[in-house]
Protein backbone atom coordinates (compact mmCIF):
# COMPACT_ATOMS: atom_id res chain seq x y z
CA UNK A 1 0.00 0.00 0.00
CA UNK A 2 1.55 3.65 -0.48
CA UNK A 3 2.21 5.69 2.10
CA UNK A 4 0.34 9.46 2.87
CA UNK A 5 2.36 11.40 5.43
CA UNK A 6 -0.18 13.17 7.10
CA UNK A 7 -0.47 16.06 10.16
CA UNK A 8 -3.26 16.96 12.48
CA UNK A 9 -5.17 13.80 12.15
CA UNK A 10 -8.39 13.66 14.15
CA UNK A 11 -9.75 10.33 15.55
CA UNK A 12 -13.66 9.84 16.74
CA UNK A 13 -15.71 7.25 17.76
CA UNK A 14 -18.94 5.71 16.51
CA UNK A 15 -21.36 4.92 19.00
CA UNK A 16 -24.27 3.09 18.99
CA UNK A 17 -23.97 1.79 15.72
CA UNK A 18 -27.19 0.68 13.71
CA UNK A 19 -27.59 -0.81 10.23
CA UNK A 20 -29.35 1.90 7.59
CA UNK A 21 -30.97 -0.08 4.65
CA UNK A 22 -32.13 2.04 1.53
CA UNK A 23 -35.26 1.07 -0.96
CA UNK A 24 -34.07 -0.53 -4.54
CA UNK A 25 -32.09 2.34 -6.46
CA UNK A 26 -31.50 4.08 -3.46
CA UNK A 27 -28.06 4.99 -1.30
CA UNK A 28 -24.58 6.41 -2.01
CA UNK A 29 -24.26 3.98 -5.33
CA UNK A 30 -27.67 3.36 -6.27
CA UNK A 31 -28.08 0.50 -8.86
CA UNK A 32 -31.02 -0.05 -10.36
CA UNK A 33 -33.53 -2.64 -9.09
CA UNK A 34 -30.54 -2.98 -6.43
CA UNK A 35 -31.33 -2.89 -2.40
CA UNK A 36 -27.82 -1.59 -0.65
CA UNK A 37 -27.13 -0.33 2.94
CA UNK A 38 -24.72 1.47 5.16
CA UNK A 39 -23.66 1.65 8.94
CA UNK A 40 -24.80 4.78 11.01
CA UNK A 41 -23.86 5.88 14.09
CA UNK A 42 -23.31 8.91 16.14
CA UNK A 43 -20.04 10.13 15.62
CA UNK A 44 -18.65 11.36 19.19
CA UNK A 45 -14.86 12.49 19.61
CA UNK A 46 -12.52 13.39 19.02
CA UNK A 47 -10.46 10.66 21.15
CA UNK A 48 -7.32 11.02 19.59
CA UNK A 49 -5.23 13.62 17.70
CA UNK A 50 -2.14 13.87 16.49
CA UNK A 51 -0.36 17.39 15.72
CA UNK A 52 2.91 15.57 13.94
CA UNK A 53 3.19 13.44 10.98
CA UNK A 54 2.44 10.34 10.98
CA UNK A 55 2.69 7.57 7.85
CA UNK A 56 -0.26 6.61 6.84
CA UNK A 57 -1.01 2.92 4.54
CA UNK A 58 -3.92 3.67 2.08
CA UNK A 59 -5.37 0.84 -0.09
CA UNK A 60 -8.48 -0.07 -1.55
CA UNK A 61 -10.23 -2.20 0.76
CA UNK A 62 -12.69 -3.62 -1.37
CA UNK A 63 -12.71 -7.11 0.50
CA UNK A 64 -14.84 -5.25 3.35
CA UNK A 65 -17.84 -4.55 0.58
CA UNK A 66 -18.02 -8.54 -0.38
CA UNK A 67 -17.53 -9.31 3.45
CA UNK A 68 -20.24 -6.95 4.54
CA UNK A 69 -23.01 -7.30 1.48
CA UNK A 70 -25.74 -9.98 1.88
CA UNK A 71 -28.47 -11.26 -0.42
CA UNK A 72 -31.17 -9.17 -1.87
CA UNK A 73 -33.75 -10.54 -0.30
CA UNK A 74 -32.40 -9.03 3.08
CA UNK A 75 -30.54 -5.62 3.19
CA UNK A 76 -28.41 -5.87 0.17
CA UNK A 77 -25.03 -4.71 -0.95
CA UNK A 78 -23.20 -2.66 1.76
CA UNK A 79 -21.98 0.54 0.21
CA UNK A 80 -20.97 2.72 2.91
CA UNK A 81 -17.59 3.74 4.29
CA UNK A 82 -15.56 1.46 6.46
CA UNK A 83 -11.69 2.54 8.48
CA UNK A 84 -9.30 0.43 9.49
CA UNK A 85 -6.72 1.29 12.12
CA UNK A 86 -3.31 -0.87 11.51
CA UNK A 87 -0.25 -1.12 12.13
CA UNK A 88 0.59 1.64 9.98
CA UNK A 89 -0.45 4.03 13.27
CA UNK A 90 0.04 1.51 15.78
CA UNK A 91 3.88 0.79 15.36
CA UNK A 92 4.72 4.47 15.25
CA UNK A 93 3.27 6.11 18.36
CA UNK A 94 3.01 3.98 21.78
CA UNK A 95 -0.18 3.59 23.03
CA UNK A 96 -2.55 2.09 25.59
CA UNK A 97 -5.60 0.05 25.24
CA UNK A 98 -7.94 -0.09 28.27
CA UNK A 99 -10.77 -2.78 27.63
CA UNK A 100 -12.70 -1.99 30.77
CA UNK A 101 -13.39 1.62 30.07
CA UNK A 102 -13.56 1.17 25.54
CA UNK A 103 -10.45 3.65 25.52
CA UNK A 104 -7.37 4.40 23.10
CA UNK A 105 -4.80 6.16 24.21
CA UNK A 106 -1.93 7.28 22.40
CA UNK A 107 1.62 9.35 23.33
CA UNK A 108 2.73 11.53 21.01
Same mark, same amino acid.
Given at each position: ? #??L? =?????LS?? /??V?I?P???????N #?????????????I?? #?I????????????D?? =????? =?S? #?????????????? =?GQ??????P?????? /???L????
Amino acid at each position: M #PLLS =LENITLSSA /RHVTISPHEPGEGAN #PMEGRRSWRFRARIEG #PIASFPAAVDVGVGDIG =LFQAL =LSQ #PQETIGDFDGPVAL =LGQDIMTQLPLRYSAA /RGTLWFRH
